[in-house]
């Protein structure tokens, strides 16, 4: 079995090309194959396959909206083997990935996820750089909600970018508070507000109007960045301070995402993320929205400048 592993800001995938869906990726293989003392070691896997011949191997029941069935599909699976429908980082290690490895040949095309289709334009790349815009989608504000987590109890907004995330920010929380918080035991969600789980992100303001992120991503635990939880947390930093446009330096343990929300229409739409960096090496549902009214941001533009970026091939 062939395979890469690449980062984007330090959340790394295992990228496992199976044009013809023959791998059987069950949980117990792909917890296997990051677990990072026996396995590869890695936040998750991106297996590299058309829509149609997952859907016709069984891996789809359907082909999402917006999706063709020769678009490249990304099969996304957390650490745990659990299946997520959406990877904002993972989009960006995938693009480049095809263009790197001739799998697709054109600037822009359609990287399908199981949130929908995700249109991606590669500006430019080679070995070891590429900057890739990624349209991410439509970011929606679900409402207020809560967790029980690190050692206390943290009030967020919940918040759909194809997949769920609480973000959580605390005002009063200093940079090297959070970096001290316990995050080894996953949080404890409103189960009727989350039924599938979500992502958590605890945010502390800085004085430049940054802000400082850590996040627990279902299936996987604490990772060193998260290209959707980085929106999710631009979006509530922003709504904290009762704006709905701006920009936000996030910054995350494996580097920094500049993040601009631009106001193109009620309530509120339009956002442009961008991440500075994605690398890679190789080698070897959301939320039901309930009562409340979303507020919607709409098309998200994702630039990724990809900072020596190398691939290491294997095979296990």
Request: proline residues 5%; charged residues 20%; hydrophobic residues 40%.
């Amino acid at each position: 079995m062939d395979f890469a592993k690449g980062h984007g800001t330090q959340n790394d995938f295992i990228v496992l090309p199976d044009p013809d869906a023959a791998v059987e990726l069950t949980r117990s293989a792909v917890a296997a194959l990051c677990d990072r003392r026996q396995g590869i070691g890695a936040d998750g896997i991106l297996r590299v396959a058309r829509a149609g011949v997952l859907r016709d191997a069984g891996v789809l029941d359907r082909i999402p909206s917006g999706v063709e069935p020769e678009d490249w599909f990304m099969d996304y699976r957390n650490g745990d083997g659990t299946i997520a429908e959406m990877c904002g980082n993972g989009v960006l290690v995938f693009a480049h990935y095809l263009r790197v490895h001739d799998l697709e040949h054109r600037d822009q095309f359609v990287v399908g996820s199981r949130a929908g289709a995700r249109p991606v334009t590669v500006h430019s790349f080679d070995e070891t750089d590429a900057d890739v815009t990624v349209a991410m989608g439509d970011v929606t504000l679900m409402g207020s909600s809560s967790a029980t987590f690190a050692g206390g109890s943290y009030d967020g907004i919940g918040i759909d970018v194809g997949n769920p995330h609480l973000a959580c920010v605390d005002g009063a929380l200093t940079r090297a508070a959070l970096g001290a918080l316990d995050f080894s035991a996953p949080p404890t969600l409103d189960a009727d507000f989350f039924p599938h789980g979500a992502n958590v992100e605890i945010l502390t303001r800085l004085d430049d109007g940054g802000v400082e992120m850590r996040v627990f991503e279902r299936g996987v635990g604490e990772t060193r960045s998260c290209g959707t939880g980085t929106v999710a947390a631009a979006a509530a930093a922003l709504s904290y301070e009762g704006l709905e446009t701006g920009e936000v330096s996030v910054g995350v343990l494996g580097g920094r995402v500049p993040v601009a929300i631009d106001h193109v229409g009620p309530p509120c739409v339009g956002r442009r993320f961008c991440s500075p960096a994605a690398r890679s090496t190789t080698g070897g549902s959301r939320p039901s929205p309930d009562a409340r009214t979303p507020s919607r941001f709409a098309r998200t533009e994702t630039r990724v400048h990809t900072l020596g970026f190398s691939w290491i091939m294997g095979n296990v």
